[in-house]
Structure formats: C-alpha cells, structure tokens
C-alpha cells in the first residue's frame, strides 16, 4: 500500500485526536469523506464507473463476453476480476511495484463474491454446458489517497449497476445444431441486480479506537485493519484482518458491529445515487475526465 | 455517523466567479508575448527569431522595461533567506553522524529553516539559525504548490483564534498549537508528546481546512487571508468545510472582505 513518512509526534497527534473523535480534518470516527459517483463514462464498456473519495480515484469498467461455462458450475456465469495500479497513483508503482497489491485486491474481490447471493450468476447463463457470459472486471487506481478497498467497492458496485449485457436467444434447427442470435435493438439489454453485491468497510485501529475511510496518514499510524464485506441488508460476507499488528477478540466483535452500521449506511447512500442518477435519463451532462 | 455520495459537477471556470476587471495575459510554453525588442528578458523568457517568446506557462509581468513570465504551477525554485519547512528523507551515514545527530532528529522528521545558498544545479543548504527554527513538534502539515505562497516578511503567524503557522515557501504549512510559554517555541530539539487539548485541535482541524479551501480556489496564502477564512468559516461545522459549495461561500466571503481591506 503507498504510504507517507511522518514524524513521530505527527503520528502522536493523529493517534490522541482519534481518541477523541477528532480526526485532523475534522471527522468523527465514523465519518467518511465526500464521495462522488459517476457511471457510463467508458463507451466502449458493456458498463463503467468512476468514483473519487478525497485523493483516492477508481475507475472500473466491466465487459461482458460468451464463453463457456466452468466445468463445476455448467449451469452459470462468472466474474473474472483484474486490478491495475498504475503508475499514475502514487511512484511507489513504477514498473512492477502495484502488482503485489494490485493481486491483492483481485483476491479479496474474489473472495467476496464467492458466494450463491452476492451476483445471480445463473441470469448469465446463456445455454448450460455450452455458453454462458463472463463479465471480465477491470479496476483502474489512478490516484491513491488511502482507504482503496471501500472506493474500489463501491466502484464496482456501480459499475455493475451500469452494466448492459446484450439479449440473446438460442435457435435450435432440425439437426439439433444451435444458433445464438443477437437482439436486432441496441438498447434490448438485461441488468443486473445489484441488491446483494457487497461493499467493503475498512476499519483501522489506532490507539483504542477504530476509524472507517482512514487516510494515508492515519493508516501509517495504524497497525491493524479490519475488513469486512457487508450487503445491504448488514449481512455480513468476508472478514480480512490486514496489518502487523494484533487484534484482540472483543476488538474485533466491536469493528464487525461498526462496519454492519457504516455498510448499512454505504450501501443506501449508493443505491439513492445511482437511481438519481439513471433518473437523469440519457440526456443528463456527462462530466467525466475533464470537467 | 456522516456519509454524503453524489453525482459530480462540473467545476466552474474561476473568472465567472471572481469578476476580475483586468484580464491577465496568459501564455503557454512557445508563445509569443511581443514582437518590440526593446524589453529587456526576464525570467521565464527567450529570445528567438526576433521576438521574445515563453518558456514556462504563466501570466505575463511587466516592471517598466523589463517583461518576465511567472508560472502558475511550478516546482520550489529556493532563494535565500527563504523560510522552509521539510522533512528529513536521507542522512548521510557515517559514525559520527549515527552517534551525534540521531539522538534528535530521525528520518521522517519535519524540521524549519532558512535558505543559506543556492547551488546551481537548484539545491538548496539550509541553516537553523536560532532555537526559533529545528525539529517541529505536534502539529498538522498541509502541502500546497508553492506558488500559492506569498512571500512576506515573516513566515511565523500567532493567529488569534488559537493556534500558530508556518508558511514555508516551498509549499509545505506547518500548523501547531501555540505554546503556552514564550520560551518554548516551535523549533529546538525535543518535541512536547502531550496531548493536544480539544478546543486547541478544533482550531487546528478548522485551519487545515480553511487552508485546503482556500488553495482549491487559487487564493494567496498569507495570514490574514488566512484568519478571514477562519472568521467566515465559524457558522459551519468542520467537517462541512469539506464539501464543495461550502467550500466556495466561505473562500467568497473571505474574497470580498479582502476586497473591501484594500479598497
């Protein structure tokens, strides 16, 4: 992960204003910094997003391709996931130098979709044994700011969202031979449900106490995180322990019951977006990069 | 717990919102700024093909004869006398150096001082003149581009509301508690690891932001800008200064008392 050389009585100031709910830019413990969403901003993508949260930026694109389904599952689609880090977020990345992480972060999204609810995977079966849709995730780091795996998330979340996967119907001729027929109209797509998807939370502990969105700063002060995968509905999918240091049990209870709070709250926030945002229509002003 | 998402908005162009009467002339690397070769270069120009032509992006200065190009954007370029604040990333390792100088300052330190000399390669040696200058306690750093600094008299504030500055003219604003005896003052050796009490660090954490608002903005950094940011930025909550539009209302009215200050 980057990080940031800070002076000894830097990290004492950070550790003691934690203590008292008083972070150095101003935030409660619990309290994230602003977030803006916005999807559809890759063309050539069956279904994009970007997201910026302080100084962290994300970008993922989702493509959706046919393939064949994997032998132990003949019946479903899935989800390939892939992680860049790019030069461009931080020096610490130059050359090979993001693709521990960038590795890192693919497993963990693995992990948290790897379960029944989280994606219908069988709405991605095109016929069974045969053709299925494989949604290929890309996520792009642009710029690193700390607290990458809850942006990443929330990205992905939105970028699956935005996601159109083209209607196809499967003809069978005389002989038996099948034949896969794209719908004739552009815009015949099926979506997603995107209600089970899960965000990630993570919580940092420094000092006593836990924080959620921490940044680089207070993640040099911290030596143990906790992240925990939560749905909307605050169940909660994969727990990670991350850092040096130890966490003890009653800890560890404490920062479930934070993250199942905060992800409750996420995850509402992101859904009154999205649909705010799809209710702007077709027409609405693209920001985009340059904006 | 506070969560805010929304869609992004396009930022405004800063001139709609200022209203500045003089338009300043900007130019861009291989433009032409006049063709009368009776000014005399200064910096950020060159002579070519008979015309005085940019090198840097910037607005253009006119002092009498004598035409230069000031970035907008540019690295720290060190004068001396400057006061700085940096961070130690690299000692020069030798026995006399681990036994002596590691005792008081480690890697990652931040320290204030002054420029002593210019190398012409644009490194700088920096000297701590007094115990006014030296290692730097608790406190806040917040770095902006350099040149968003104005270059003062002096770079040390006591701001009233409670808490003291460091403009260092590199870019890098050191903000700390003010000490409570006059002796102590932010530089010497050894730094005071006892917490910081509330009211002092809400000053702290409001000032961060009021400066972050303000650099976002492209406003001047020097204390009274500063301290009319704080005064305007009261009625609302710290952690509010973050969000955009508040943003904005409070570096205005910031804008229009300086306006009225000079006017």
Known sequence: ?291 | MAMEMRLPVARKPLSESVGRDTKKHLVVPGDTITTDTGFMRGHGTYMGEEKLIASVAGSVERVNKLICVKALKTRYNGEVGDIVVGRITERRRSAEDELAMRGFLQEGDLISAEVQAVFSDGAVSLHTRSLKYGKLGQGVLVQVSPSLVKRQKTHFHDLPCGASVILGSNGFIWIYPTPEHKEEDAGGFTANLEPVALADREVISRLRNCIISLVTQRMMLYDTSILYCYEASLPHQIKDLLKPEIMEEVVMETRQRLLEQEG
């Open chain 1, 1 to 291: 992960m980057a990080s940031v050389a800070l002076s000894e009585a830097e990290k004492v100031y950070i550790v003691h204003g934690v203590q008292e709910d008083l972070r150095v830019d101003g935030r409660g413990c619990e309290d994230y910094r602003y977030v803006e969403v916005e999807t559809d901003v890759v063309s050539n993508t069956s279904g994009s997003a970007r997201v910026k949260l302080g100084h962290t930026d994300i970008l993922v694109g989702v493509k959706a391709e046919m393939g064949t389904p994997k032998l132990e599952k003949p019946n479903e689609g899935y989800l390939e996931f892939f992680v860049d880090c790019s030069a461009n977020a931080t020096p610490e990345f130059e050359g090979r130098g993001g693709d521990d992480l960038g590795t890192e972060i693919a497993n963990t999204l693995y992990r948290i979709f790897n379960n029944k609810s989280s994606v219908d995977l069988k709405s991605l079966c095109i016929s069974p044994r045969e053709h299925c849709w494989i949604l290929y995730v890309d996520v792009l780091l642009l710029e690193c700011g700390g607290n990458l795996f809850d942006t990443i998330c929330i990205a992905v979340k939105a970028a699956l969202f935005n996601t159109r996967i083209p209607r196809v119907r499967v003809l069978e001729d005389e002989e038996g031979s099948k034949d896969i027929e794209l719908s004739d109209d552009p815009y015949d797509c099926i979506r997603l449900s995107v209600e089970n998807v899960p965000c990630i939370v993570t919580l940092c502990k420094i000092g006593y106490r836990h924080v959620v969105d921490a940044t680089l700063q207070e993640e040099a002060c911290s030596l143990a995180s906790l992240l925990v995968s939560v749905t909307s509905t605050g169940v909660v999918t994969c727990m990670r322990k991350v850092g040096k240091g130890s966490l003890d049990p009653e800890s560890i209870f404490e920062m479930m019951e934070t993250g199942k709070r905060v992800g409750k709250v996420l995850h509402a926030s992101l859904q009154s977006v999205l649909h705010k945002e799809e209710s702007l229509g077709p027409k609405r002003q693209k920001v985009g990069f340059l904006g």
